[in-house]
């Protein structure tokens, strides 16, 4: 895990998930997931959209590199994981890609939240996954 992601992550831990490192504020989770090949367990700090029935929009942009982050590919392998999150503490969620419209309308959301996102999508040719974690 590099040094950064661990920095937030701690970051996140000691502010009951008020991160204030770029701003990211409340509007992370982190992420617990198993490898797809290895089966080791990681976590990944990602900006996550409250969807307004209790589950959670993840968006994997890795900063608008040209291909999806590691921890995508994870989920779609076992995609049964928990999440903490600032206000509901640990969650056990389950990902399920979305496709079309849905992913669609939930991309946008990121892209009204930060420039940052917008500014992702222009720098890859490759479409945004976007997952909605939901409660199990």
């Known amino acids: 895990m590099s040094d950064w992601n661990q920095q937030i992550i701690d970051e996140f831990r000691a502010n009951g998930g008020d991160v204030a490192t770029n701003g990211f504020g409340k509007g992370l989770v982190l992420l617990h997931h198993r490898g797809a090949r290895t089966g080791t367990e990681r976590t990944s700090p990602v ?18 590199a040209p291909d999806n982050p590691a921890w995508y590919h994870n989920l779609l392998a076992h995609p049964d994981v928990e999440i903490e999150t600032p206000d509901d503490g640990t969650v056990d969620v389950h990902a399920a890609e979305l496709v079309g419209r849905e992913r669609d309308d939930a991309w946008e959301l ?3 939240r930060s420039e ?10 490759r479409t945004i996954p976007v997952l909605r974690l939901t409660r199990r």
């Open 47 to 64: 900006a996550a959209i409250p969807d307004g029935s209790g589950a959670w929009f993840v968006a994997a942009s890795k900063g608008g």
């Open 116 to 125: 940052g996102f917008r500014s992702y999508e222009e720098r890859t040719s």
């Open 110 to 112: 990121f892209k009204q």
